[in-house]
């Protein structure tokens, strides 16, 4: 029988397996430690990191909509300083890879924040250029083909970890947008960030949102993400990391169908927080049944012709 085996590989960093966090749905991983163990998965992706510490947006900023949920929190942290004091320590006690979300309101917030983070042990960066709750910088990055060239070249000049380049959903042709930031130095992508949508108050006849629009995440964005990762996982070399409504690891498989050298799981940790161990637990189940030795075995085995 074939030796079932989880690993993954990006820019020459083994993972133990391809399930990571999402960035700002699990923290540092702190408040969900009691709840699950932190060493089960390939890779912990912290929330957005900025320079200084950043507030985010005024309340009401989260709001539920059918299969999923809206949140304009515009990246709230305490800043790189906090981040390598606390947060950084924290995980290193567990045997899981830390990737450390970036996030600036201009090119050199990024490259300062970056070139702080690749002075610390942190294993990988991810460039987070889509956010759709900031009003500089963000998805302001990640809707340019232009700017998300230069951007990905200003932090990959600062950046000798693996980088990894979050890509927004808000676009007409996100493979353009992953070609242009591979060519600029990006060792992988990541995809989908949240999509832009909006709910309304019928009687108070007002956005739900304070910041009116927010973006949208859960189980109901699940096929628009699963159909970017197979245009991506087509257009680049680099590894492409799908996420975007995972909530069981039969979610996990099509995305590695697709073509997903890795996934994240995210919002689903607000009502289940051991959903990536199950994540973990399930893909392994399914490559034992199945008869795959490998996830990249997996990546090849699509019948789309
Ligand atoms: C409350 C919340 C905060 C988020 N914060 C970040 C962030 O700081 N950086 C980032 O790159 N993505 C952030 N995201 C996007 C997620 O990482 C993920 O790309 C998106 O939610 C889709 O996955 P999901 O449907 O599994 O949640 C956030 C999402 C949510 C719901």
Redesign the pocket.
Known sequence: MKRTDLAINIAGHELANPVMT????FGSGKEYCSFMDLNMLGAVVC??ISVLPWNGNPPPRIAEVYG??L?S?G?QNSGVDSFIANDIPFLRKFNTKIVA?L?GHSLSEYEAVAQRLNETDIDMM?L?I??PNVREGGATFGTDTRKAAEITTVVRRVCTKPLIV?LSPNVTNISEIAIAVESSGADAVSL???VLAMRIDIYRRRPVLAQKVG?M??PA?KPIAIRMVYQVARAVKIPVIG????RTPEDAIEFLLAGASAV?????HFFNPQASVEVVNGIRSYMEGQGFASIREINEALIDE
């Open positions: 999402c960035s700002g749905t929330k957005g999923g949920m949140n929190v990246l979300n996030v991810e987070n889509s956010c979050k989908i960030n949240t973006g995440s859960g964005v996420m975007g409504g995972i994240g799981v995210g919002s689903s």
